[in-house]
């Protein structure tokens, strides 16, 4: 809740460019080959990021929410985890060392699985900003399509895809889902610039995310 009243009168995508940029800090720079060891990634900090990242998603309205349900799903996942063992757990990579180790990673409703959504829901984020940037007249249900379908579509099973498509009908306009994204301080330049920062922020970040899942052979799993 204190979080939540500290976001207010900002723009969710301003609030994820601070909660990022603080990510950001927080880690160490990597040179090269990734060493599990010395490139955690802090839990609280990147669950904080999810947040963010969730509310801009809200903003697209029904369409959204069954992959909201997931986001919010995963991110209670690995807070609850984190929360057992709060100094064991304070980085990503030991909550995926531990379930390796235990053999349930790919099992189930695993946190490793938990990530891995995360940072895929997250790709479909970028993805829509990226062409928002480019085209801010874009039709908003063919963005949507299409980010959908370069990001999840192809880990999404036949019953995720059908239902995102029926969802897809009730995307805003391109004008509304602007007018809610922006604070009341914002034009369309300015937006346009912050959604530009959030995805040079995001793309590394999210690169060696994936990067750690394909050393844990967890970034061809897909859904049902």
Request: proline share 4%; charged share 25%; hydrophobic share 40%.
């Amino acid at each position: 809740m204190k979080r939540k009243r500290e976001m207010e009168g900002k723009s969710e995508i301003r609030s994820a460019i601070e909660e990022l940029s603080m990510l950001v800090k927080a880690q160490p720079a990597t040179v090269g080959d990734i060493n599990l060891d010395a490139a955690p990634i802090p839990t609280k900090p990147f669950l904080h990021v999810c947040t963010s990242i969730l509310q801009v998603l809200d903003k697209i309205g029904p369409t959204m929410a069954v992959l909201r349900q997931d986001i919010h799903q995963n991110i209670q996942r690995l807070e609850n985890l984190c929360e057992s063992d709060p100094t064991k757990y304070l980085n990503l990579i030991e909550i995926l060392k531990k379930e390796e180790s235990e053999g349930n990673a790919r099992k189930g409703s695993s946190c490793s699985k938990a990530l891995l959504w995360l940072t895929r829901s997250m790709d479909f984020m970028v993805a829509l900003l990226q062409k928002l940037v480019k085209d801010p007249g874009q039709n908003m249900e063919q963005a949507v399509e299409e980010s959908y379908n370069i990001t999840l579509k192809p880990r999404h099973g036949w019953i995720s895809s059908a239902a995102f498509k029926v969802a897809l009908k009730l995307v805003p306009d391109n004008k509304t889902f602007i007018s809610l994204l922006m604070a009341k301080d914002q034009n369309c330049d300015n937006l346009k610039e912050e959604m530009q920062t959030l995805i040079t922020l995001l793309v590394p970040f999210l690169e060696q995310i994936h990067s750690v899942m394909r050393l844990y052979r967890l970034d061809r799993l897909k859904s049902s």
